[in-house]
């Protein structure tokens, strides 16, 4: 094993170590607070990327993050399901909405742009029924999850670092989930069928059953993304967790970083939520979307200079020396 392949598996260990004993160490709470929201997008961005990686680029996610956040809040608030089992009720829904829309746009062979397009457009129709359906979701004004005080089993703590290692394990697991992806045969066949579709069908590769596994899984973990950020500020509504803007930043994240790469979809998640708090911390409300302008100008940049984003760029040419 040469040395760029021992760090490659080393500096991952040290990495998680030092992310266990973070809270540990006398530092702000509010530093806590922004790697906790950095580790839920991470679990976005990368469940979004077990789709986009295969050419499939979906700019509706946040109707599934939003399907996920909603089903369980409304669980626990009207009947009192504990959202530890209500979120999996949510990523039951959102993966019954992937497959329905998956299932309709493979069938007749929407892909590319339009394939694009239909999920931006699932994604407004999601935020507009939320709007409508406003005796019960809230609507436009959003929605507090009900406080229950302390009570683990419903997901309220009365330390918030508990979500600062909940989001971690989350996170954990979708970084686990793509590596079983890229040990399977579903890889192999989905990489095909982003080549050239035709041809990888001519060859005996099942495109609809191998598209419709992936947009469920991708869409299952977004929707528990969506779950813990709800729970995490006890409050939701279509602009946090299912308007456009948010189905727009989910791949936008990922791009930045590198969608191709397991840590890609991560670190673009960090630069973007470091920049939003870091502005918001030091303008307040003044400049409240400067940096929705200046990630959107980095993202244009890197699509025309670094397709494979920043952390796939810096891997393929440290990969040549």
Same mark, same amino acid.
């Given at each position: 094993?040469?040395?760029?392949?021992?760090?490659?598996?080393?500096?991952?260990?040290?990495?998680?170590?030092?992310?266990?004993?973070?809270?540990?160490?006398?530092?702000?709470?509010?530093?806590?607070?922004?790697?906790?929201?950095?580790?839920?997008?991470?679990?976005?961005?990368?469940?979004?990327?077990?789709?986009?990686?295969?050419?499939?680029?979906?700019?509706?996610?946040?109707?599934?993050?939003?399907?996920?956040?909603?089903?369980?809040?409304?669980?626990?608030?009207?009947?009192?399901?504990?959202?530890?089992?209500?979120?999996?009720?949510?990523?039951?829904?959102?993966?019954?909405?992937?497959?329905?829309?998956?299932?309709?746009?493979?069938?007749?062979?929407?892909?590319?742009?339009?394939?694009?397009?239909?999920?931006?457009?699932?994604?407004?129709?999601?935020?507009?029924?939320?709007?409508?359906?406003?005796?019960?979701?809230?609507?436009?004004?959003?929605?507090?999850?009900?406080?229950?005080?302390?009570?683990?089993?419903?997901?309220?703590?009365?330390?918030?670092?508990?979500?600062?290692?909940?989001?971690?394990?989350?996170?954990?697991?979708?970084?686990?989930?793509?590596?079983?992806?890229?040990?399977?045969?579903?890889?192999?066949?989905?990489?095909?069928?982003?080549?050239?579709?035709?041809?990888?069908?001519?060859?005996?590769?099942?495109?609809?059953?191998?598209?419709?596994?992936?947009?469920?899984?991708?869409?299952?973990?977004?929707?528990?993304?969506?779950?813990?950020?709800?729970?995490?500020?006890?409050?939701?509504? $279509?602009?946090?967790?299912?308007?456009?803007? /948010? #189905? &727009?930043?989910?791949?936008?994240? =990922?791009?930045? +970083? %590198?969608?191709? @790469?397991?840590?890609? $979809?991560?670190?673009?998640?960090?630069?973007? /939520? #470091? &920049?939003?708090?870091?502005?918001? =911390?030091?303008? +307040? %409300?003044?400049? @409240?979307?400067?940096?929705?302008?200046?990630?959107?100008?980095?993202?244009?940049? &890197?699509?025309?200079?670094?397709?494979?984003?920043?952390? %796939?760029?810096?891997?393929?040419?440290?990969?040549?020396?």
């Amino acid at each position: 094993m040469n040395g760029a392949g021992k760090i490659g598996k080393v500096l991952p260990a040290v990495l998680f170590a030092c992310l266990i004993i973070l809270p540990m160490l006398p530092i702000s709470t509010y530093i806590i607070n922004v790697v906790t929201i950095i580790f839920i997008w991470s679990l976005v961005a990368t469940a979004w990327s077990f789709m986009g990686r295969f050419y499939l680029v979906s700019l509706g996610h946040g109707a599934f993050m939003g399907t996920g956040a909603y089903v369980t809040v409304l669980l626990f608030n009207h009947i009192g399901l504990s959202p530890w089992i209500g979120m999996f009720a949510g990523g039951a829904a959102a993966c019954f909405m992937g497959a329905v829309l998956g299932y309709a746009c493979f069938r007749f062979g929407v892909i590319g742009d339009y394939f694009a397009l239909v999920t931006l457009a699932v994604a407004e129709l999601v935020a507009l029924l939320v709007v409508a359906f406003r005796e019960v979701t809230g609507g436009s004004l959003g929605l507090t999850v009900k406080s229950v005080g302390t009570s683990p089993w419903l997901f309220q703590f009365d330390n918030r670092i508990y979500f600062y290692y909940i989001a971690l394990a989350g996170l954990c697991l979708v970084l686990f989930v793509w590596r079983l992806i890229d040990r399977s045969d579903m890889r192999k066949a989905l990489m095909a069928i982003g080549e050239d579709e035709l041809a990888a069908s001519s060859l005996g590769v099942n495109i609809i059953k191998n598209k419709m596994a992936i947009t469920m899984i991708s869409t299952f973990f977004t929707a528990l993304g969506g779950t813990i950020y709800a729970q995490y500020l006890l409050y939701i509504s $279509p602009e946090t967790v299912c308007g456009v803007g /948010v #189905s &727009l930043s989910i791949p936008f994240k =990922a791009i930045l +970083g %590198g969608m191709f @790469t397991l840590w890609g $979809p991560v670190i673009g998640s960090a630069i973007i /939520v #470091s &920049l939003e708090e870091y502005i918001r =911390a030091a303008y +307040g %409300g003044t400049y @409240t979307s400067v940096s929705q302008i200046i990630y959107g100008i980095a993202l244009l940049l &890197l699509i025309m200079f670094l397709p494979k984003g920043i952390f %796939g760029t810096l891997k393929e040419k440290f990969q040549k020396k």
